[in-house]
């Protein structure tokens, strides 16, 4: 009986929360070929791109989306065979290897659909831009999201080979 009050009062209170949801829509999604984007990592005035230029880059984009999504869902479908084949008693390592390489292939063909796109937004850029782009990434412009080395600290776990120490 101790626990069923707080249960009750917690479901009352949870299910008041939808009448102080604020309903109203407060952002979009962009319309321009990415040019949100671009924007909010100051990519667009660094590099100075022209309105032809955003267009072009967005376009570029969303040819990109489209050619990949089929390879993608694919991609996802073989992992999640892959994991059923992981599931079972036992594991049919024929299957197993199969999917793998029907993994491999699909991650491969998505890699080099990603790579083109990039080589056809370079194309896009003049010069000037491309020498600023490379500068931007050399710098870190974007702030390295996703690339740490884990738990804040800064070379690696103590006694890695990063570090001179052994690993063992």
């Not at 890699?111 to 937004?121: D, E, G, I």
């Amino acid at each position: 009986m101790k626990f069923i009050r707080p249960i009750v009062i917690t479901s009352m209170l949870l299910s008041t929360l939808p009448a102080f949801a604020d309903t109203t829509v407060t952002a979009s999604l962009p319309k321009d070929g990415g040019q949100a984007c671009a924007n909010k990592c100051g990519f667009d005035s660094k590099l100075q791109l022209t309105p032809e230029q955003r267009e072009k880059l967005g376009s570029l984009r969303d040819q990109y989306t489209l050619s990949t999504a089929s390879k993608k869902a694919e991609l996802e479908v073989a992992h999640n065979e892959l994991r059923r084949v992981f599931g079972q008693p036992t594991i049919d390592k024929q299957a197993a290897l199969a999917l793998q390489n029907k993994i491999n292939g699909l991650k491969d063909d998505l890699s080099n659909q990603r790579l083109n796109m990039m080589l056809a937004s370079s194309d896009v850029f003049t010069p000037e831009q491309r020498a600023q782009f490379a500068k931007m990434h050399a710098e870190g412009a974007w702030g390295h999201h996703g690339h740490h080395r884990g738990m804040g600290r800064e070379g690696g776990r103590e006694g890695s080979r990063e570090r001179g120490g052994k690993i063992g």
